[in-house]
């Protein structure tokens, strides 16, 4: 069956980094995008990242964007959130989840969601 594990949260100081995987498994990785979503305390679901399959092709949200690096390792079936220069409003639980990328980062368009990884970002 389709699995998305998310791992690597964990706490951080302000300026710090932390690299989170996405570990796929019941399905061909380059055949899907995946995404990376995060809800902060009190907020909405917000997208953060998205990698196209085939192409490979990126999105970032704009606040995340010079800071965060998506890949994918098809060998290794897993999606990668590289976060550099957290702050404090990156605290959030992190998300992957399959799907459909779009400029947007709409999570409408995913259909399976792992539970998520979180992240703590101490000022």
């Known amino acids: 069956q389709v699995q998305l594990v998310e791992s690597g949260g964990g706490l951080v100081q302000s300026g710090g980094s932390l690299k989170l995987s996405c570990a796929a498994s019941g399905f061909p990785l380059d055949d899907y995008g995946i995404g990376w979503f995060r809800q902060g305390p009190g907020k909405e679901r917000e997208g953060v990242s998205c990698?196209?399959?085939?192409?490979?092709?990126?999105y970032y949200a704009d606040s995340v964007k010079g800071r965060f690096t998506i890949s994918r390792d098809n060998t290794k079936n897993t999606v990668y959130l590289q976060m550099n220069s957290l702050k404090s409003e990156d605290t959030a639980n992190y998300y992957c989840?399959?799907?459909?990328?779009?400029?947007?980062?709409?999570?409408?368009?995913?259909?399976?969601w792992g539970k998520g990884t979180p992240v703590t970002v101490s000022s």
């Open positions: 990698i196209r399959s085939g192409d490979g092709g990126t």
């Open positions: 989840a399959r799907g459909l990328c779009s400029v947007h980062l709409d999570y409408h368009g995913m259909d399976y």
